[in-house]
């Protein structure tokens, strides 16, 4: 399974709960460093406290499932 798979598999663990609360999240790309770049859809994209979403909820799935991506970053 390619990496992006993965990211894909992990964002979507994490999605029903980004969707409960009327938002979501979309992957943009992952860089030659590592960093996978997400575009916050919805509610989400307003939300203040979307940085700790993107932080505690968002990249910690990823990293689990990934642990060579270095960050994630909201585009």
């Not at 939300?47 to 060579?68: D, F, Q, W, Y």
Request: glycine content about 6%; overall charge negative; charged content about 30%.
């Amino acid at each position: 399974m390619e990496q992006q798979e993965k990211i894909e598999i992990a964002l979507q663990s994490i999605r029903p709960f980004l969707q409960r609360d009327g938002g979501d999240v979309e992957l943009v790309e992952v860089t030659k460093e590592n960093v996978v770049r997400v575009r916050l859809l919805g509610a989400c994209e307003s939300c203040a406290m979307s940085s700790m979403t993107l932080r505690a909820g968002i990249e910690e799935a990823v990293k689990n499932a990934i642990p060579e991506v270095k960050s994630v970053e909201a585009v």
